[in-house]
């Protein structure tokens, strides 16, 4: 089992916190609901925890099994054990998906593997993700729909096989079809040893994954904490309730419920409450 | 598929013309690979004829490539090039089309990479005459910088001497794209290996008009100057 604890993180974009003093330990054997408000801080974290140069962090630690996490490079968080499916994927033109993958899993091999060992953990794993082998041979994500890029972020997850995924909103214009194979796939995830931090806006994903925890970000900061129960409570009730209850002060004006459907929607710019 | 080819190795003539003659195709395939050296080429395009150049620079060295295509009445000429300046190389590369005929059509294509102390120049000029109605040409050219004391200058002209044509260009010059680095980085490619395969991949578009047995000498020309 390994752990992750990050204390006070302080972290954002030039001239702007966006995190301000996050305090967050889970284990492998955790799945976590991240909830909150859009804008308060939920991408920047999985970001910062995989080293994207686009935030900057301001203080605070983040440490994995005791050692510390910020001072790594991408590549060597990776090689811990750090996996983040991303909301947008780049699209790479020239690079050759299958050969991606292949430099990818040799990454984390002290020997590479030979042409046929490739050849075999792709195709289960396509087979696993409901995408044709074929697409092995496009460049990577270039001109792939909002879902395939999805399955494809699923596809790296699964031969990668990390000790902590981070999900982006995974499940963001993904159909019923390729939602139903995701949390397939997220399961049989768990079941390896994988923890995973999963950003959402919708409860039918958490209905299929099961987290066994909740943490729900406001103004940068983990607001509450709590059981499966929380997620429930913010799908029916919304934000609210924590100005009232907790005294926490949600700025932004878009705070809503989390949406029960998510099919062929953007989570980010669409209310499908139609408020 | 072409009916004649050439295809030259770091042998390049110093000044040739390449006459083409009606609604032949022709292809000629130039590439450096341990020498760089300047050449002035001339192709002239027959009526209804078409040239396909293929262009890979990928040694390290000073060199002019100077490329002009004259065309004639729907002739077509259509040009790849991938250029690697790295080390302390200087190239300027020129790619021109001169539509003389009318219904004649272009497309030039050149990217760049431009690493360490070099300078890099990817111009050309889509001229459209007098009389060419109907014309269709078009420049794009692409140059990613790698290192902070590059020169990179990605600059296609055009120039438009009658109406009832088409002429457009495009230019960029950049780094190579964070956020694509650190997608590949992310899923624990070094930075170094990742910066590799974002160029490889981003020069690879004229490989298909060489053979086989040159695509391995350029794979490795490309390994060795990236």
């Known amino acids: 089992m390994s752990t992750i604890v990050i204390e006070n993180l302080e972290a954002g974009i030039p001239g702007k916190k966006i995190l301000k003093g996050l305090n967050l330990s889970f284990d492998s054997t955790d799945t976590i609901a991240v909830l909150g408000p859009n804008g308060h801080g939920k991408s920047t974290l999985l970001g910062v925890l995989m080293g994207n140069p686009r935030y900057i962090v301001y203080g605070g630690k983040v440490t994995i099994d005791g050692e510390d996490l910020l001072s790594l490079t991408p590549d060597q968080r990776s090689k811990k054990g750090l996996f983040l499916a991303m909301q947008t994927p780049s699209e790479i033109p020239g690079l050759n998906s299958a050969d991606f993958y292949k430099a990818a899993m040799n990454a984390h091999r002290e020997k590479p593997l030979t042409f046929f060992e490739t050849y075999r953990l792709l195709q289960d794993a396509y087979r696993e993700i409901g995408i044709p082998f074929e697409m092995s041979k496009r460049n990577l994500n270039e001109g792939f729909s909002g879902g395939e890029k999805k399955r494809n972020e699923i596809l790296q997850m699964i031969l990668l096989n990390p000790k902590f995924a981070f999900l982006d909103e995974i499940d963001s214009g993904l159909d019923v079809d390729a939602l139903n194979v995701v949390s397939a796939a997220i399961n049989r995830q768990k079941e390896k040893g994988t923890g995973f931090l999963i950003v959402s806006h919708y409860d039918r994903l958490f209905e299929m994954v099961k987290p066994n925890k909740t943490a729900v970000i406001v103004d940068g900061r983990v607001a509450v904490q709590g059981g499966p129960e929380l997620a429930k409570r913010i799908d029916t009730q919304g934000y609210e309730w924590i100005k009232d209850e907790l005294g926490i002060e949600i700025e932004k004006s878009d705070e809503r419920k989390m949406n029960s459907v998510s099919i062929g929607t953007c989570a980010v710019k669409v209310d499908a409450n139609g408020r | ?226």
């Open chain 2, 1 to 226: 598929m072409a009916d004649k080819r050439l295809s030259l190795l770091d042998d390049f003539p110093e000044e040739a013309t390449y006459e083409i003659g009606p609604g032949e195709c022709f292809r000629l395939s130039l590439a450096s690979l341990n020498n760089q050296k300047s050449t002035h080429i001339v192709l002239r395009v027959a009526e209804n004829a078409s040239v396909e150049l293929a262009l890979a620079l990928f040694a390290e060295g000073k060199g002019v490539i100077n490329i002009e295509a004259i065309l004639e009445e729907g002739a077509s000429f259509h040009a790849v090039a991938s250029t690697i300046a790295s080390g302390a190389s200087d190239k300027k590369v020129y790619l021109s089309a001169i539509h003389e005929g009318g219904s004649s059509k272009a497309l030039v294509e050149s990217r760049g990479i431009v690493a360490g102390k070099s300078r890099l120049t990817l111009s050309g000029t889509g001229h459209i005459k007098h009389g060419a109605k109907k014309a269709n040409t078009r420049q794009e050219a692409r140059i990613i910088v790698f290192d902070k004391g590059c020169f990179a200058s990605a600059s296609p002209i055009l120039k438009i001497d009658e109406n009832d044509v088409m002429a457009s260009h495009g230019s960029a010059e950049g780094m190579v794209d964070e956020q694509h680095l650190f997608y590949l980085e992310s899923r624990g490619i070094p930075e170094k290996e990742a910066r590799r395969l974002i160029t490889s991949g981003y020069l690879l578009p004229v490989l298909p008009y060489f053979s086989e047995e040159e695509q391995a000498k350029l794979n490795e020309a490309i390994e060795r100057n990236l």
